[in-house]
C-alpha cells in the first residue's frame, strides 16, 4: 500500500509561481512512474507531467516550458515547480503512483491551485 499526499496549492496572481509536493508513504519497494494529473470545474482530469524512476520526464503541451516535474527518492516526494501561471491552470491538482510498472494504482486527494487574473 502507497499513501499520497500532496501539499503546495493555494491561491497566486497570474504570472506568479507555485510549488505542489507529494510524499508518498508505505510499503511498496519500488515506486516507478509518478506524475501529476488535474482537473479543472466541469472538465475532465487530464495529465500534466510524468517522472520515471529513471528521470525520464514527459509534459502536456499546456505545461512544457512553464511546468518542471522532479523527484527525490531520498525523501520518496514528488514536486511540481509551476510558474508563469495563467488562469486556465486553475484546478485541482493529483499526484499518481504506479508501484507496479502496469499503471497508475494510487492516488493522492488533490490540492486546489487557483490563479487570479
Known amino acids: 500500500q502507497v499513501q499520497l499526499v500532496e501539499s503546495g496549492g493555494g491561491l497566486v496572481k497570474s504570472g506568479g509561481s507555485l510549488r505542489l509536493s507529494c510524499v508518498a508513504s508505505?510499503?511498496?519497494?519500488?515506486?516507478?512512474?509518478m506524475g501529476w494529473y488535474r482537473q479543472a470545474p466541469g472538465m475532465q482530469r487530464e495529465l500534466v507531467a510524468t517522472v520515471s524512476n529513471y528521470g525520464r520526464t514527459d509534459y502536456a503541451a499546456s505545461a512544457a516550458g512553464r511546468f518542471i516535474i522532479s523527484r527525490d527518492d531520498s525523501k520518496n516526494t514528488l514536486y511540481l515547480q509551476m510558474n508563469s501561471l495563467k488562469p486556465e491552470d486553475t484546478a485541482v491538482y493529483y499526484c499518481?503512483?504506479?508501484?507496479?510498472?502496469?499503471?497508475?494504482?494510487?492516488w493522492g486527494k488533490g490540492t486546489l491551485v487557483t490563479v487570479s487574473s
Open positions: 499518481y503512483a504506479d508501484s507496479t510498472g502496469y499503471g497508475i494504482d494510487y
Open positions: 508505505g510499503t511498496a519497494s519500488t515506486i516507478y512512474e
